[in-house]
């Protein structure tokens, strides 16, 4: 690709409206459904602190901790949202060392948000589709428990994610197998009250290389049942926010990326240099708030910090901040709330004043 290239959306939408057509046909329609669960893996050492942070800045709570021979587990949830895993591996090979290697990384060579985890009615039947259409997962065979059924595919070349697939078996929701041991990890939620103004995890933002943003959103597609929506660019920060659903009122998943690649770190916006920096991975995870102004205030005074104003308003039909990023698990915590019938992510005006915000990572 030569050093001219730039993203517009004209190729991206024939290859989006191709891989839909391609889904129908290889059957894959319907099998699979919505986010499940994100995982988090941490540094041993940061397993507790980061359980402790999503306790005390989101509305999740711990439900169950438990290890086996190969990693230890912290299962937080909340109701309406998608639960969150985080966990820390035993001395095992981690097929995310190399993804998660980036000038600033050093102390985190195990640290990433790993997988996106979808529902699948009919795992079998998936696993034999995509492998039909020529695609490998990370394990030849689908991980079979007690509770559940499970597979995820390699991380991605693109976005050094992962997608995993779930089916449950008796108890929805039941992580814990009969091999796995619980523990307590001693972790208690704060008595006050604004921890339930904040709830469900609506959508997280990956970010990616200017030059692989449409091949990261069809890969996406094809292992899901989710479409491409709209891009928003944004000039003067080399920026595009780039949107994927499943349904209006589904979690969604959002590609940010560059419009021209990376030229250096002086020259080149806060999406190349993060990138620069932390390689491909989700920067944020966003969190649907009531209150927001109150809670932002009271999350600040339990001692959160952020990277931006609260910006937005009613008017404009939304109201987001960004926190500084988790030292335990490099994210970044999103508080957004919509106004009325508002569906978007940003305002222009938003978008522009949130990528800037990010400068500093
Ligand atoms: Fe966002």
């Known amino acids: 690709m030569g050093t001219d290239f730039h993203n517009d959306d004209k190729a991206l939408l024939e290859k989006v409206d191709e891989t839909l057509e391609q889904r129908k046909k290889n059957g894959l329609e319907g099998l699979s459904g919505g986010l499940e669960a994100v995982i988090i893996a941490v540094e041993p050492e940061r397993l507790l602190p980061a359980a402790q ?49 980036g000038a600033k990384t050093g102390p985190y060579p195990n640290t990433r948000l790993e997988t996106f985890v979808f529902k699948c009615p009919d795992i079998e039947t998936y696993v034999a589709k995509q492998t039909g259409c020529g695609r490998s997962f990370l394990t030849q065979d689908i991980q079979q428990t007690d509770t559940y059924s499970f597979i995820q595919t390699p991380p991605s070349a693109y976005t050094c994610n992962s997608v995993g697939f779930i089916q449950w078996k008796n108890n929805e929701g039941e992580y814990r197998s009969q091999h796995a041991t619980p523990f307590d990890p001693g972790l208690t939620k704060p008595e006050a009250s604004y921890c339930s103004n904040i709830l469900e995890l609506d959508h997280a933002a990956t970010r990616v290389r ?140 938003n978008v522009t004043a949130l990528t800037k915000a990010t400068e500093k990572q």
């Open 53 to 101: 942070e999503f306790i005390n800045y989101t509305g999740h709570d711990v439900v169950d901790a438990f290890e086996d021979n190969a990693q230890k587990t912290i299962v937080l949830k909340r109701e309406g949202s998608a639960d969150i895993l985080v966990y820390t591996r035993s001395g095992h090979e981690n097929p995310f060392a190399a993804s998660n290697r």
């Open 210 to 349: 200017a030059e692989e943003r449409d091949a990261a959103i069809i890969e996406f597609m094809e292992w899901t049942n989710y479409h491409f929506e709209f891009a928003v660019y944004v000039e003067s920060l080399n920026s595009i926010t780039n949107v994927s659903r499943l349904s209006l009122d589904d979690f969604a998943l959002v590609f940010t990326s560059g419009i021209r690649p990376f030229v250096s770190l002086e020259e080149s916006g806060p999406t190349e240099r993060f990138i620069y920096n932390y390689g491909p991975r989700t920067h944020h995870l966003a969190f649907n708030t009531e209150n927001i102004e109150d809670t932002v205030d009271a999350l600040a005074e339990h001692g959160m910090g952020y990277i931006s104003e609260l910006i937005g308003s009613r008017e404009e039909g939304l109201k987001q901040i960004f926190t500084k990023p988790s030292p335990h698990t490099l994210i970044v915590n999103e508080y957004i709330h919509r106004y009325d019938d508002f569906d978007g992510f940003f305002t222009k005006s």
